[in-house]
């Protein structure tokens, strides 16, 4: 297992990882994925149990979704320096002919990816399925899932968080990154989604709160103490508060970098902001 | 020529919970989904005999696809049952992302499909799901004729890796095709050869093409009736060979004609046979309350209306 200088380096790599996929193609979606670096890190090379190589049923594994779809920079950077894939693949993000789509599929066979995503709310409603399937499985490993918060708003989800409570599917961990942004704005001016975690709760869900979603540290202890809650009749629920933009000062603090790329000139003072750790791509 | 008699009325829903109750006994990986529609669906048998392989989800079918996607995670082949109108319209884009796009081992299998739902109406007679499914990339279509057939049918598609959609009804209907029926996925059958006319109808319009073909024999007119149970792929040798022959086509389905077998079997004839063709199917409408038979009547459906289309092909030759 890394230690934390080693997981702290491949944080910021990823962070420029991502910020030179968007970058070429001149499209994608930093903030988000900047927000939840320190997720994707921490689960891949910390907290899951995972089998070498990849295959689509992950028996005697643990398993990830990505709802979000959309912030696929993080998920590819991840998956790719996990050893999914090779790292130069990241060159292909959004290209013709890639298997880095501008939303994860496993159409395109891309390892390390076993739904697709991208129209939201649908990811927590395939988790639980997966989760099921592990119990009539006899496997007892966990599946994992990462939600925008304003993916919230979409009604799958309220079907999905009854269902997991009134099934007692607590083989499942769903964080919610609670980054309070979403392309038109603010989610609370948008379409408030209120106290999240006090949701969860009434829905029979056992939640916890991860106050910085982008200190590492607290992010390892929060998916730690997840896990020890799994097991015990209810599905585990993470209110993990992010930036969205973290590790870039201009993306931070504003929606404005959902969806949208830095120029050559942004780009060259977002990487100065994260300098080279493990090589780039 | 096999001689089709009708062996006793039964609906095909119960040849879908039959299916399954077989399935359940040979197929570990088998898994049933429902949206508090157990007993319409017929699968109370399969939940008694495997109630840890059984996920009631409630009235949230949105919901259902998409733990059905997950389930084939891990291997398992779940079989997600609705009304056909909540099985597609209401979740399209659950199947097609996380089901379809996603290459996911699911069988959505839709019950009360078309107009013979009957009394409950439009907001549940859905007219347009073939066209729904068959749009979707991989997505095998399958609306079989009968209880035997949807029974095979059934324990066929359990064998078949891939997404497909399942379409059967409500009303009891003629059970004609033989018990021990081995189902081919995309194998039209040829019930009746003939000549002058090709007949080619899908669910319950099949055994009334039959019945159209009798009365057509006694006007000296020979019809040509062949069972299209799979949709997509379509079976276009079979539709081709006979046109081929007769030189013309009525399709008879419980669909509009937007988007159904007659528009599919259209494009097979524009690209390789053109030939006249003429549709018993809904014409671009929603579906109204009254019983089976006198929807059929009203709007077209049944063995009158495909004699008189017959009638009308055979002048276009």
């Given at each position: ?277 493990l090589g780039d791509y | 020529m096999t001689k089709y008699t009708d062996q006793g009325k039964q609906d095909t829903r119960s ?303």
């Amino acid at each position: 297992m890394p230690n934390t200088q080693e997981l702290q380096d491949l944080v910021v790599q990823v962070r420029r990882d991502i910020l030179r996929m968007v970058h070429k193609v001149n499209s994608g979606h930093p903030g988000g994925s900047l927000g939840c670096t320190e997720f994707l890190v921490a689960l891949y090379n910390e907290i899951m149990d995972l089998n070498d190589g990849f295959d689509m049923d992950g028996i005697g594994e643990d398993l990830f979704f990505l709802s979000n779809g959309h912030i696929s920079p993080v998920f590819y950077s991840v998956l790719a320096r996990r050893g999914y894939f090779p790292v130069e693949e990241l060159n292909t993000f959004r290209l013709i002919d890639s298997r880095l789509q501008g939303h994860p599929t496993t159409h395109e066979g891309l390892p390390g990816v076993r739904v697709a995503s991208g129209s939201l709310g649908q990811g927590m409603s395939v988790a639980i399925g997966a989760a099921l399937a592990k119990k009539l499985n006899g496997d007892d490993h966990l599946v994992f899932s990462l939600h925008g918060d304003g993916e919230l708003q979409e009604g799958q989800n309220w079907e999905a968080i009854m269902y997991a409570s009134g099934n007692k599917v607590d083989n499942l961990i769903a964080t919610i990154d609670r980054n309070g942004k979403q392309i038109d704005g603010e989610t609370e001016d948008v379409l408030p989604l209120g106290d999240v975690a006090e949701k969860f709760r009434v829905f029979g869900w056992d939640v916890l709160e991860i106050e910085n979603g982008n200190d590492l540290d607290a992010v390892i202890a929060g998916l730690n103490e997840a896990k020890g809650r799994t097991g015990k009749g209810k599905p585990v629920c993470i209110v993990m508060t992010t930036e969205m933009g973290n590790g870039v000062d201009f993306m931070m603090h504003t929606h404005a970098w959902h969806g949208k790329a830095p120029n050559d000139e942004q780009l060259a003072n977002a990487l100065e902001q994260n300098p080279e750790t493990l090589g780039d791509y | 020529m096999t001689k089709y008699t009708d062996q006793g009325k039964q609906d095909t829903r119960s040849g879908y919970g039959a299916g399954m109750t077989e399935l359940g006994r040979t197929n570990p990986n088998v898994v049933a989904l429902c949206a508090d529609l157990v007993g319409s669906l017929k699968i109370e048998t399969f939940i008694e005999e495997n109630p840890e392989r059984f996920f009631q989800v409630g009235i949230a079918e949105a919901n259902m696809m998409g733990i059905a996607a997950g389930l084939t995670i891990g291997g398992k082949i779940p079989f997600a049952s609705t009304f056909a109108n909540f099985a597609t319209g209401r979740v399209y884009d659950q199947i097609r992302q996380s089901i379809a796009y996603s290459d996911k081992n699911v069988k959505i299998c839709a019950s009360h499909a078309g107009l013979t739902l009957g009394e409950d109406g439009a907001t549940h007679q859905i007219l347009e799901d073939i066209g729904l499914m068959k749009m979707l990339p991989g997505m095998t279509v399958i609306n079989p004729c009968d209880f035997n057939q949807t029974k095979a049918a059934t324990i066929a598609i359990a064998e078949h890796h891939g997404p497909v959609y399942l379409r059967f009804g409500r009303p009891k209907v003629a059970n004609f095709t033989p018990a021990d029926q081995k189902f081919e996925i995309g194998k039209a059958l040829m019930l009746s050869e003939g000549s002058d006319v090709t007949i080619i109808a899908t669910g319950h319009l099949v055994w009334e093409a039959l019945l159209a073909a009798e009365t057509l024999e006694n006007q000296g007119i020979s019809a040509e009736v062949i069972n299209i149970h799979t949709i997509k792929p379509l079976d276009e040798k079979a539709i081709l060979d006979s046109v081929k022959k007769t030189g013309c086509v009525v399709t008879a389905e419980e669909h509009n004609y937007f988007g159904g077998l007659g528009e599919s079997v259209s494009r097979v004839l524009a690209s390789h046979h053109p030939a006249p063709q003429e549709f018993v199917a809904t014409q671009d409408t929603f579906g109204e309350s009254g019983t089976p038979d006198q929807l059929m009547e009203k709007y077209g459906l049944n063995n009158k209306a495909i004699e008189a289309a017959v009638l009308k092909v055979l002048k276009r030759k």
